[in-house]
């Protein structure tokens, strides 16, 4: 049974769909990587990290979602990937992997919209965390349906 929550931001997606969104989180996620590992202290880079590994902790979401339920948040509403996640995983999901899910979605909003400047350390911060939830999607989604 879906949650309450989870049932009025979800959306139904075929789980042969799952691979394309594994593929486009590791590709952000390798992005992101190549970039912390090029990028000077003194360059701006710290917002591209930190939205490159915001978005493959939503498509990992998403990926692991639609794998185990055929399911994703709404297009947009990326505070809805966690509980829709969970809804769809139940038990798999661990806290450590959700309190960096959370940690990682926290900051979107500072990331990508409200001017906030991250340095480099700091977009770095974030794709640590965004790699701890990789590994855990990476493997969950392998046990998936």
């Known amino acids: 049974r879906r949650s309450a929550v989870a049932r009025k931001r979800v959306r139904t997606v075929d789980r042969g769909s799952a691979p394309k969104y594994a593929h486009v989180a590791e590709s952000f996620l390798e992005s992101a990587g190549a970039l912390a ?72 909003d500072a990331i990508a919209y409200q001017g906030r400047f991250y340095p480099l350390e700091q977009g770095i911060k974030v794709l640590v965390q965004a790699t701890k939830f990789a590994r855990w999607a990476r493997e969950v989604y392998e046990k998936g349906a």
């Open 37 to 108: 590992t090029l990028a000077g202290a003194e360059e701006g880079y710290g917002n591209a990290i930190a939205l490159l590994s915001t978005h493959a902790v939503i498509a990992w979401a998403d990926a692991v979602s639609i794998r185990h339920a055929e399911q994703k948040a709404a297009d947009g509403d990326h505070e809805q990937a966690a509980a829709v996640l969970r809804d769809s995983v139940r038990n798999l999901l661990t806290s450590a992997a959700e309190k960096a899910l959370r940690g990682v979605l926290a900051e979107k």
